[in-house]
């Protein structure tokens, strides 16, 4: 793991969310995503669902990552800072996003679209 990753296993309680998402590495290919674990850490995940990157958010951070959406109840007392950097970078499954089917994408590509005819805003990290 290279030392920058290990010596930034918490987003740090002064970092805003924006900074956070800023900083975090992705996948050189560009065919990653990022999502954040139960656990309560961010992570960037290439292709194949490996982790590229990862960041412990705290509660507040948290929060704010949901800010337009109702947060999800295993997430109420989730603590990034609480997870070990091994565990960040071996995630449960649960805190893995699958790989969607072909069919999967484009029923959210066509959702997706349809909210954006609506003018249906997107949420805001700051």
């Known amino acids: 793991m290279p030392q920058a990753v290990a010596d930034r296993q918490s987003g740090g309680d002064d970092m805003s969310l924006r900074d ?3 900083s975090i ?21 290439d292709a194949e669902r490996n982790v590229v990157d990862a960041v412990g958010l705290n509660p507040t951070q ?3 990552y ?5 947060l999800p109840p295993k997430f109420h007392t989730a603590d ?8 960040m970078f071996h995630p ?5 996003p699958k790989i969607f089917t072909e069919e ?16 249906v805003p997107e949420s805001k990290l700051e």
């Not at 954040?36 to 960037?44: N, P």
């Not at 994408?105 to 997706?112: C, Q, T, V």
């Open 92 to 96: 449960a499954a649960e805190n893995v």
């Open 66 to 70: 949901y800010e337009v959406l109702p």
């Open 104 to 119: 999967e994408k484009a029923a959210m590509l066509a959702r997706n679209e349809e909210r954006a005819r609506r003018g």
């Open 25 to 45: 590495k992705r996948d050189p290919d560009g065919n990653g995503l990022t999502a954040l674990g139960y656990d309560g850490v961010l992570r960037t995940f």
């Open 80 to 87: 990034g800072r609480k997870i070990s950097r091994w565990d």
């Open 62 to 64: 948290i929060r704010k």
């Open 20 to 22: 956070i998402m800023s």
